[in-house]
């Protein structure tokens, strides 16, 4: 108690937030790793699960890489990078190991998310004349969502709490308030330390939750009928099923008319 007491005590003092040691400075710096990681996460593995998705070809095989990804410790990876020539570029080491970190959730949830899209809506849906990419864009990626954004959300937070390890090779971030401590003997500055990676954590996750429910292209027709919204795969199936179940073409109408 008396170190969660001290570290709100060292939290209050505005000079630990000044200066290029400070909170404040921390902060960016981690918040600069995480959004750099995920962006290229993104950019990397989104195009080939919504892809691969699409054809139902090849996505095993790139789900099973990307799962044997998370069996390798990302502390290891890290030291492992550190002890190459990238260590004398900056963080590069560092933002390399939380890409390759983030990529196996975004790409599998994306993955799964096409390939649970209603098959009898995607059937209906090319039946009504509708090209490949047009199927891509107004049916199958509507519905996959869902589970696309859990992915990134999972990824995100993840990954905020993993930039910690940034600090063990002498990286920034928030990981440096918490090494600091420890070379200090300071328990408060370690527990103020895991705090602020905690809450910039669940700060993440509920943005995230924000955009996923304001950017869903079929937020009202999710949140239609029983009046109960659904989230992740099981909600990207009911919502397709509902809208199937009084007959094919009917359950196409609505995703492209969501689109």
């Not at 949830?109 to 039946?127: K, L, Q, S, T």
């Not at 090209?131 to 990134?152: C, D, K, Y």
């Not at 200090?184 to 809450?199: E, F, K």
Request: charged share 10%; aromatic share 4%.
């Amino acid at each position: 108690m008396n170190a969660l007491t001290g570290a709100f005590d060292w939290l209050g003092a505005g000079k630990n937030w000044r200066g290029d040691a400070g909170v404040q400075h921390r902060l960016i710096e981690h918040l600069g790793f995480t959004g750099l990681s995920m962006l290229v996460a993104c950019l990397i593995a989104l195009p080939v699960a919504l892809w691969l998705g699409h054809l139902g070809k090849g996505g095993a095989l790139a789900v099973n890489i990307s799962n044997i990804g998370r069996a390798i410790p990302t502390l290891a990876l890290l030291a492992l990078l550190s002890l190459t020539p990238l260590r004398e570029h900056g963080e590069t080491p560092t933002l390399i190991a939380l890409v390759l970190f983030a990529i196996p959730p975004v790409l599998t949830n994306a993955y799964i998310g096409m390939r649970e899209a209603d098959r009898a809506v995607v059937e209906a849906a090319r039946g009504m004349g509708m090209s490949g990419g047009q199927v891509f864009l107004r049916v199958e990626l509507p519905l996959a969502f869902p589970l696309l954004m859990t992915g990134i959300r999972s990824a995100a937070v993840q990954t905020v709490a993993t930039a910690t390890l940034a600090a063990i090779p002498g990286g920034g971030g928030l990981g440096r308030v918490i090494t600091a401590g420890f070379n200090l003997q300071n328990t408060s500055q370690v527990v103020a330390g895991a705090l602020l990676v905690a809450a910039l954590a669940l700060l993440v996750e509920g943005l995230l939750v924000l955009v996923a429910h304001w950017a869903d292209p079929m937020r009202h027709r999710r949140t239609g009928g029983t009046g109960t919204e659904t989230d992740g795969g099981a909600g990207a199936a009911a919502s397709g099923g509902t809208e199937s179940g009084g007959g094919t073409g009917a359950g196409a109408e609505p995703a492209a008319a969501a689109a």
